[in-house]
């Protein structure tokens, strides 16, 4: 059974950092691609950042030199730190795997507000 749990989410000033997690289960973690997406209110959900699992990493424009993605397979877990954040940040972000579908975690809310 695929499980993807993020966390790490919260609210934030402008200009400050959070680091989301995602924990993942159920498939061979390593020998995947891995992706961040994120959805505001009102909007689609949105591409943010991938990582493959050889380590190579792609970006939207809009996040790309503020936020790195990253991973840990020892510790099955898929990681996104986002720095400089801005207001038109907020969303829920949600972890995503894809094998023959597409898995989804539950999301994580990241409000960047003052």
């Known amino acids: 059974q695929v499980q993807l749990v993020e966390s790490g989410g919260g609210l934030v000033q402008p200009g400050g950092s959070l680091r989301l997690s995602c924990a993942a289960s159920?498939?061979?973690?390593?020998?995947?691609?891995m992706s961040w997406y994120r959805q505001a209110p009102g909007k689609e959900r949105v591409f943010v950042a991938a990582?493959?699992?050889?380590?190579?990493?792609n970006y939207a424009t809009a996040v790309k030199g503020r936020f790195t993605i990253s991973r840990d397979n020892a510790k099955n877990t898929v990681y996104l730190q986002m720095n400089s954040l801005k207001s038109e940040d907020t969303a829920v972000y949600y972890c995503?795997?894809?094998?023959?579908?597409?898995?989804w975690g539950q999301g994580t809310q990241v409000t960047v507000s003052s």
């Open positions: 159920g498939f061979t973690f390593s020998s995947y691609t």
């Open positions: 995503r795997w894809v094998w023959a579908t597409a898995y």
């Open positions: 990582i493959t699992s050889g380590g190579d990493t």
